[in-house]
């Protein structure tokens, strides 16, 4: 696998939307750390989105309690800290939505629904950091094969669409 993230791709179906596909790469080191600063500017200036409905939910039925299954859940979410738009907007190449194979533009993907752009984001937060979803055996074992190679990813890169899991 090269070092240059724009030659790692990988294309997909929409699954909410068969036989549309997408078409991903990874992510540089430059956009991931954007998509963590957009989250970090957006936290601070107190409009942190995500999974903000799902914590005041709990909030109000169990108070705030540290070990509450639902914030270990939140916790164990590859995409906490990371901007889905600047994530999407930064790794989406192409899909099968345009005639003419041009990227999406910034407004087409400020359009998609939610499960639409959280499956994207996961896509290429996959394809960019594939430790973010191994569990924590994984990588004890990966650590204990002495692999210790966290860039290999966890799905096909095949060209042909697949579905994301």
Same mark, same amino acid.
């Given at each position: 696998?090269?070092?240059?993230?724009?030659?790692?791709?990988?294309?997909?179906?929409?699954?909410?939307?068969?036989?549309?596909?997408?078409?991903?790469?990874?992510?540089?080191?430059?956009? +991931?750390?954007? %998509?963590?600063?957009?989250?970090?500017? %957006?936290?601070?200036?107190?409009?942190?989105?995500? +999974?903000?409905?799902?914590?005041?939910?709990?909030?109000?039925?169990?108070?705030? %309690?540290? &070990?509450?299954?639902?914030?270990?859940?939140?916790?164990?979410?590859?995409?906490?800290?990371?901007?889905?738009?600047?994530?999407?907007?930064?790794?989406?190449?192409?899909?099968?939505?345009?005639? &003419?194979?041009?990227?999406?533009?910034?407004?087409?993907?400020?359009?998609?629904?939610?499960?639409?752009?959280?499956?994207?984001?996961?896509?290429?937060?996959?394809?960019?950091?594939?430790?973010?979803?191994?569990?924590?055996?994984?990588?004890?074992?990966?650590?204990? &094969?002495?692999?210790?190679?966290?860039?290999?990813?966890?799905?096909?890169?095949?060209?042909?669409?697949?579905?994301?899991?």
């Amino acid at each position: 696998m090269s070092i240059f993230a724009h030659e790692v791709q990988a294309t997909a179906t929409v699954p909410q939307d068969p036989p549309h596909t997408f078409t991903f790469r990874k992510l540089t080191g430059r956009e +991931l750390e954007k %998509a963590q600063g957009d989250h970090l500017v %957006a936290f601070m200036g107190g409009h942190s989105p995500r +999974l903000w409905a799902g914590s005041l939910r709990r909030i109000l039925e169990h108070g705030t %309690a540290a &070990n509450d299954a639902s914030v270990r859940d939140a916790l164990a979410d590859p995409l906490l800290g990371f901007d889905r738009y600047s994530i999407v907007k930064a790794g989406l190449v192409s899909w099968s939505y345009s005639q &003419n194979g041009d990227k999406p533009k910034a407004e087409q993907i400020d359009d998609l629904d939610d499960e639409a752009v959280d499956l994207m984001a996961r896509a290429i937060l996959k394809l960019s950091k594939p430790a973010l979803f191994m569990t924590a055996e994984e990588r004890e074992d990966a650590k204990k &094969n002495g692999s210790g190679d966290f860039t290999k990813p966890l799905m096909e890169t095949a060209p042909s669409p697949s579905p994301i899991s």
